[in-house]
């Protein structure tokens, strides 16, 4: 069932008035800066006003607000490893005290500079943050990772269908050769929209990617549905790179002047089966190439593995160009990919754990030559401390390597007093593992 009804919903409200959750205000801003009736214009930042809901005169304060969650429903969305449901309810958020932002993050050096700040920083991944139904249960994500000591959040900025879902279950895009659609709608990328907003208030940096490589949230195989071709002929399918593209501009253009945008992010881990590395080098060319000309503040990534052959490597089948159908190394000399990614699952890639290490400082020599910071931005070793604090300690002490992300982050979500998805690898926030896995390693950055 194909419907638009929700779609159109969502187009707007009166001329010269932003629509709910739009952009109202900020540094540079030039659209309408008074918001349909029910939303107030609120500034985050000095470059993001927003219209939330409330009916307060548009008195900016930046570092409180006050937000109330759409509709009562619920929404259950599940992937091969993981189900989660979550069910929304009226919330009223808390004040947020974050860091005031100073202006985009950027590389200095081999590290980074966040809030006028350049050191090397600890992070952590939410793929489904974005997917939340209710603002409060973000919020609270969002305050205790604030609490937690990280600087950077990867979300994703992607949730593809080929087939529109009943009203309440977010998606984002509607893939189809006849017609494809973004859903900025209430459950569309407004939801991604209360996502920067808190961030923003919260004084956390997001990093936003556009597709995955695997199927879960619809993925390049969505794409394939649509438009034909295979997973590696996607990289250079006319209609799927000019969809893509247009989903790009469509996230990027609302979010192109907000600072809780650490970096924009091309793919969640892409390869290409069987193909020569120019493939993947040439598509990750053009595609950063394109982000750069939308906006040219905020840094682009990869958002890969690491995969190919490096110097000092073993060989090991991580190690070969094979894995991915690129030579990493190759890829950071693209000049609008401002950093490097890697990640780190020694045992779904049939190596002893102990071998990450070996991964990590191969990549930091590789970002050091190419004068790159590279981020280790996802890590896994079945939520162990014996296993991933080296890996932590390692990365810390790594030249080029500037800051680490483990997976996940689990919380419990205040709407529904429930938990997001354990796959494993899930490090709940003030549970199990916690202390050993980031206020540990947290301390241990900020005495660095
Ligand atoms: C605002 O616009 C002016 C003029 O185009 C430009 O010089 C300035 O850098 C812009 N500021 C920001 C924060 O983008
Ligand atoms: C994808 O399609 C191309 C062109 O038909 C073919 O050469 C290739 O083997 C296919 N690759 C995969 C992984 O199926
Ligand atoms: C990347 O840069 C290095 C160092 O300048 C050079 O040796 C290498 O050939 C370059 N690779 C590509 C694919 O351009
Ligand atoms: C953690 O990893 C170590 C080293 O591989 C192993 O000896 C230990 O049994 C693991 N602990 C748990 C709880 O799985």
């Not at 979300?155 to 984002?172: C, E, R, S």
Request: glycine share 12%; hydrophobic share 30%; aromatic share 12%.
């Amino acid at each position: 069932m194909k419907s638009i009804a929700t779609l159109i919903l969502l187009a707007g409200g009166a001329a010269g008035q932003q629509s709910a959750y739009g952009q109202c205000g900020g540094i540079n801003y030039s659209g309408p800066t008074s918001c349909v009736a029910g939303y107030a214009c609120t500034s985050w930042n000095p470059y993001y006003y927003q219209c939330v809901p409330g009916t307060a005169t548009p008195t900016p304060t930046p570092t409180s607000h006050t937000s109330t969650a759409v509709t009562t429903t619920s929404t259950s969305k599940s992937t091969s490893s993981t189900k989660t449901s979550t069910v929304s309810t009226k919330t009223t958020s808390s004040s947020t005290t974050g860091p005031t932002a100073t202006g985009f993050a950027k590389t200095n050096g081999l590290l980074f500079e966040i809030d006028g700040v350049t050191k090397y920083f600890a992070g952590t991944n939410c793929y489904w943050c974005g997917f939340l139904t209710s603002n409060g249960d973000v919020d609270h994500v969002f305050a205790d990772m604030a609490a937690a000591g990280f600087k950077v959040v990867r979300v994703w900025g992607f949730n593809d269908v080929n087939t529109i879902p009943l009203t309440g279950t977010v998606w984002y895009q509607y893939l189809s050769a006849s017609g494809s659609q973004i859903n900025t709608g209430e459950y569309g990328l407004q939801r991604l929209d209360y996502v920067v907003s808190s961030a923003a208030a919260h004084g956390l940096k997001l990093i936003i990617n556009f597709v995955n490589n695997w199927n879960d949230y619809g993925g390049i195989n969505a794409y394939v549905n649509a438009f034909g071709g295979n997973a590696s002929t996607w990289y250079t399918n006319t209609a799927a790179q000019a969809q893509y593209q247009k989903y790009i501009e469509a996230v990027v253009s609302r979010y192109k002047d907000s600072t809780a945008v650490f970096a924009w992010e091309l793919a969640n881990e892409p390869r290409c089966s069987g193909c020569d590395g120019s493939v993947i080098y040439n598509w990750a060319a053009t595609t950063s190439r394109y982000i750069k000309s939308l906006d040219p503040n905020h840094m682009v990534t990869m958002g890969d593995e690491g995969f190919g052959p490096l110097a000092g490597g073993d060989g090991s089948y991580p190690y070969q160009t094979g894995a991915g159908g690129y030579t990493w190394v190759d890829n950071l000399n693209i000049s609008t990919l401002d950093f490097g990614t890697l990640h780190l699952y020694p045992d779904s890639w049939g190596q002893p754990y102990s071998w990450g290490d070996l991964w990590i400082s191969t990549h930091g020599a590789a970002c050091v030559n190419a004068n790159k910071p590279c981020i280790l931005e996802e890590y896994g070793g079945g939520n162990n401390c014996t296993v991933e604090n080296p890996w932590q300690a390692t990365a810390l002490g790594t030249k080029g390597i500037a800051g680490d992300m483990f997976w996940q982050y689990g919380d419990t979500l205040p709407s529904c007093n429930c938990q997001t998805s354990q796959d494993g690898n899930t490090v709940y926030y003030n549970q199990g593992n916690w202390d050993c896995m980031v206020t540990q390693h947290v301390a241990a950055i900020n005495a660095s």
